[in-house]
């Protein structure tokens, strides 16, 4: 019999309508997870993710928010605190680039790349976390990148975004160790989504040792092990899903 859907843990999943947040999504909820799906403005999209959960078993719920919003942020998940009383799992995967030569990038392009992936971790962790602190236990799992362990020409915003999430959850893990809150980065390489289908597959492949893009599921499998018991003295760590890039 299906577990209803208030009898399962809870996930909040950001940037869950596609490439590897929806594999994510759909990963946590194969594992008995309830996600919430959030988005920022294509519930099209989101809705192609629940119904990938809905077609395995799964459950889960649209959960729309900017991340870079710190109001909004705070009005969605003040209604789904209301509603949960425990968040077992935070999946910080929201992020997008403009690319351009950092003498030659506008201020627009730095500010919107570094609101979103650093500064929607602070606007969604931090009362993530305070949710999880009197129950002792829960995982946060913040995707990163290859860009931020290694840098890449012409990303210099996202690097800096990326490699700041790593240092914040390193920080962040000593905080919360003793707590019983896992906090840990999962940095892939190129993956197979659309945010990579413009790239020139064939140069690009030449720098990964295994010769392929890697695939959202790929991801996604190692953020399941890292919010699962199985991961239960793990944190403050980055592992890196790229092929054999670094």
């Known amino acids: 019999m299906t577990q209803p859907p208030t009898s399962r843990p809870l996930a909040i999943v950001t940037g869950a309508s596609r490439g590897i947040g929806r594999a994510i999504a759909v990963e946590l909820a194969a594992a008995g997870l309830h996600v919430a799906i959030n988005y920022r403005s294509n519930e099209a999209a989101a809705r192609q993710t629940l119904a990938l959960i809905d077609e395995r078993g799964g459950t889960g719920d649209l959960c729309p928010f900017d991340v870079a919003d710190e109001a909004a942020v705070n009005a ?4 789904l605190f209301a509603r949960r009383e425990r968040i077992a799992v935070l999946v910080n995967n929201a992020g997008i680039v403009a690319d ?84 840990n980065v999962v940095a892939p390489g190129i993956i197979d989504t659309d945010m990579t289908k413009d790239l020139p597959p064939d140069m690009l492949k030449k720098m990964i040792p295994m010769g392929r893009y890697g695939k959202p599921e790929e991801v996604a499998r190692v953020v399941r092990f890292l919010c699962s018991d199985d991961a239960s003295y793990i944190t403050g760590q980055v592992i890196s899903v790229n092929g054999g890039m670094v």
């Open 76 to 79: 969605a998940l003040t209604d």
């Open 100 to 183: 351009g030569l950092f003498a030659m990038m506008p201020s627009a392009d730095w500010h919107k790349v570094t609101d979103t992936s650093l500064g929607g971790f602070f606007n969604v962790t931090k009362p993530v976390i305070q949710k999880m602190i009197p129950h002792k236990t829960g995982s946060v799992v913040t995707i990163s990148s290859v860009s931020g362990l290694i840098g890449n020409r012409g990303q210099t915003n996202y690097a800096a975004a990326k490699a700041g999430l790593i240092g914040a959850t390193r920080a962040l893990a000593s905080e919360v160790a003793r707590i019983g809150i896992r906090v």
